[in-house]
């Protein structure tokens, strides 16, 4: 478990403001993602990245943006057109398709609350 | 895209009973099916898993089955004990995009 870490694990925001979320790995994994989980809802996919510098939205990008510029980190911003930002988030990370083994490993998540 | 439905969304079961979830999911190229398990206030965690080439794989008391034809799988949990209660996930994945698609998961709930 302490191969992917998340921090905060709990984070405050006002409205308006942009929050930025950690996520760091040392699995030397390539891929990374970022999932928003809300009761009932599941795990739904904000953004993936496949490879440093590239990154693709997910199904609910909307009010989100991702950088990938080192291949052991992923940030996470919310920003103020987030409508809905309260949430608990979490950040997984797998080694690509060229590998045979796929299985996401998350991190402890982060709990974002919104006031 | 894939789209994936998990039913039931609760499940109670005495324990030492079975439990199944099912799952079906919409797009006949994904061949990677994940189940993850999620304990209270913990983060996900792989518990098996099965590829398309494969129609059942099984690990002590959890196996997952899966139809290519019908587009759906299934978790088997027997002689169910307290330690399986959780909220658990099932999922479909892509190889191609690495994307993988989870269901709304199932909170089971193991009756003493």
């Known amino acids: 478990d302490g191969g992917i870490t998340q921090s905060p694990k709990y984070l405050f925001r006002k409205e308006g403001q942009n929050v930025t979320l950690s996520c760091e790995q040392n699995?030397?994994?390539?891929?990374m993602y970022w999932y928003r989980q809300d009761p009932g809802q599941g795990l739904r996919l904000i953004y993936y990245s496949q490879i440093v510098n590239d990154f693709q939205k997910g199904d609910i990008a909307e009010g989100y943006s991702v950088s990938r510029e080192k291949k052991e980190s992923f940030p996470l911003t919310v920003t103020s057109a987030q409508k809905n930002p309260t949430a608990f988030y979490l950040c997984?990370?797998?080694?690509?398709?060229?590998?045979?083994?796929?299985?996401?490993?998350f991190g402890p998540g982060t709990r974002l609350t919104v006031l | 895209g894939e789209n994936v439905e998990q039913h039931p969304s609760t499940l109670s079961v005495q324990e030492g009973d079975s439990a199944v979830i099912k799952c079906t999911y919409s797009d006949s190229a994904s061949n990677y099916f994940p189940w993850y398990k999620q304990e209270l206030g913990k983060r996900p965690q792989l518990i098996i898993d099965?590829?398309?080439?494969?129609g059942e794989k099984k690990d002590q008391r959890i196996a997952v089955t899966l139809n290519k034809t019908a587009k759906h799988f299934s978790l088997h949990i027997t002689e169910t004990q307290p330690e399986d209660s959780a909220v658990y996930f099932c999922?479909?994945?892509?190889?191609?995009?690495?994307?993988?698609?989870f269901g709304k998961g199932t909170r089971l709930h193991i009756l003493p």
């Open positions: 699995l030397n994994h390539d891929a």
């Open positions: 997984a990370s797998s080694v690509t398709s060229g590998g045979f083994y796929n299985e996401q490993f």
């Open positions: 999922a479909a994945m892509l190889n191609r995009d690495d994307k993988i698609i």
């Open positions: 099965i590829r398309s080439n494969v």
